[in-house]
């Protein structure tokens, strides 16, 4: 069963930057595309970035684009993203997991980390 550990999140003005991490447990990390979601108060869970398991392909949200950049290290079983110029909007939980397709961001855990906070100040 793979365990995800989510960190990084924070309290950042509107316009600056932070990067958040996830490390995977389980041998299967790196033969996995992976995805970055986040929840707003209210909302429902959205998927905002994907990677392939080689980090060649990737996939970001309209909502995201241009200013989000995900990456992973295999060698860590470690994802990130890279959050520039963020926005009130972007605060939510954000949380990582296995995605089945890369396109769809169709979560392949049920179990979920406990996420980590992006707070962004207007």
């Known amino acids: 069963q793979v365990q995800l550990v989510e960190s990084g999140g924070g309290l950042v003005q509107a316009g600056g930057s932070l990067r958040v991490s996830c490390v995977a447990s389980?041998?299967?990390?790196?033969?996995?595309?992976m995805g970055w979601f986040r929840q707003a108060p209210g909302k429902e869970r959205e998927y905002v970035a994907g990677?392939?398991?080689?980090?060649?392909?990737?996939y970001y949200g309209d909502s995201v684009k241009g200013r989000f950049a995900m990456s992973r290290d295999n060698a860590k079983n470690t994802v990130y993203l890279q959050m520039n110029s963020l926005k009130p909007e972007d605060t939510a939980v954000y949380y990582c997991?296995?995605?089945?397709?890369?396109?769809?961001?169709?979560?392949?855990?049920?179990?979920w980390g406990q996420g980590t906070q992006v707070t962004v100040s207007s």
């Open positions: 997991n296995r995605v089945g397709s890369l396109f769809v961001g169709n979560p392949l855990d049920a179990n």
């Open positions: 389980g041998r299967t990390f790196g033969s996995s595309a």
């Open positions: 990677i392939n398991w080689s980090g060649s392909v990737k």
